[in-house]
C-alpha cells in the first residue's frame, strides 16, 4: 500500500475512532439514571446508540471505499456492508471487525432501524437495557479490532 495511501487511511480512521469514543462517553452519561420511569433519559439513550451505530457504520464506510468499495445490493447495503467487514478479502485488506463486534453491531443496526422509524411508538426499558449493553461490549472490542486492523494493514507490501 502506497505511504500517502496508508497516512490517510489511518487519520480517517482516527478521526472517526475519536468521534466514536466522544459517542461513547455520551451514552455512559446519559445512561446515568436511566430507569423505565423516566422517558427522556430513555430516549436521550436510545438517541446516543442511534448516533453511535451511525458513526460506526461511517466507520465501516471508511474502510470500504478506501479498498473494495463494490456494495451493488443497495436494498441490504446496510447489512451487507457490516458482513463484509468481518471478512479477509485476500490481495486487498483484512477483516475489520471480530465475530463478537460483528453480533454487538448488528443487534444495535436493528435497534438503529426501528428508533429511526417507530414514530410514535414508546421505547421499551427491557429492550434498551439491551441495547445498551451490547454498546457497552462493543466499546473495547471495537478499539481492539481497529487496533488489529491497523497494524496488519500497516504489515502489507
Do not use: C
Amino acid at each position: 500500500m502506497d505511504k500517502n495511501a496508508l497516512t490517510i487511511l489511518q487519520t480517517d480512521i482516527q478521526g472517526q475512532m475519536d468521534l466514536i469514543d466522544k459517542i461513547f462517553a455520551k451514552l455512559e452519561e446519559r445512561a446515568i439514571g436511566l430507569t423505565p420511569d423516566e422517558p427522556a433519559i430513555m430516549e436521550s439513550v436510545a438517541y446516543q446508540i442511534h448516533n453511535l451505530y451511525n458513526a460506526v457504520e461511517d466507520l465501516l464506510k471508511i474502510v470500504a471505499a478506501h479498498f473494495e468499495n463494490q456494495i451493488t445490493d443497495t436494498a441490504r447495503w446496510h447489512s451487507v456492508l457490516l458482513q463484509r467487514m468481518t471478512q479477509d478479502i485476500p490481495g486487498i485488506r483484512p477483516r475489520l471487525l471480530s465475530e463478537s463486534s460483528y453480533l454487538n453491531l448488528n443487534n444495535l443496526r436493528g435497534f438503529r432501524h426501528f428508533f429511526r422509524h417507530a414514530y410514535g411508538v414508546n421505547i421499551d426499558y427491557e429492550q434498551l437495557a439491551m441495547n445498551l449493553d451490547k454498546a457497552r461490549l462493543l466499546d473495547p472490542s471495537l478499539t481492539q479490532d481497529v487496533e488489529n486492523f491497523l497494524k496488519q494493514v500497516t504489515e502489507i507490501e
